[in-house]
């Protein structure tokens, strides 16, 4: 049986093969805050999360992408650039 094509690049650490579809979780509703800004009981967004097969490097997106994208547009004072 061969593994099924992964949709992500090769990991750049070791090579290995990404598998994605897993959400960062945690007792609480676990995701991104701009830390500016006082904490609210839900994340601006939270993450998804990418594993490589190989040696484990795990990479997140956030899911909530447009929300971050309006309010990074509406108050870039919270925000790094
Ligand atoms: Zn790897």
Do not use: I
């Not at 945690?26 to 990418?50: C, D, E």
């Not at 484990?56 to 870039?76: I, M, S, V, W, Y």
């Amino acid at each position: 049986m061969t593994a099924p094509q992964s949709r992500y690049p090769s990991c750049a650490l070791c090579g290995g093969t990404f598998v994605g579809g897993m959400r960062m979780t945690s007792q609480y509703k676990t995701g991104v805050h701009p830390y500016r800004k006082r904490l609210w009981a839900n994340p601006l967004s939270t993450l998804s999360a990418v594993v490589c097969l190989g040696c484990g490097h795990t990479k997140l997106f956030a899911d909530e992408l447009n929300r971050l994208r309006f309010e990074a547009e509406q108050h870039p004072e919270h925000f790094d650039w």
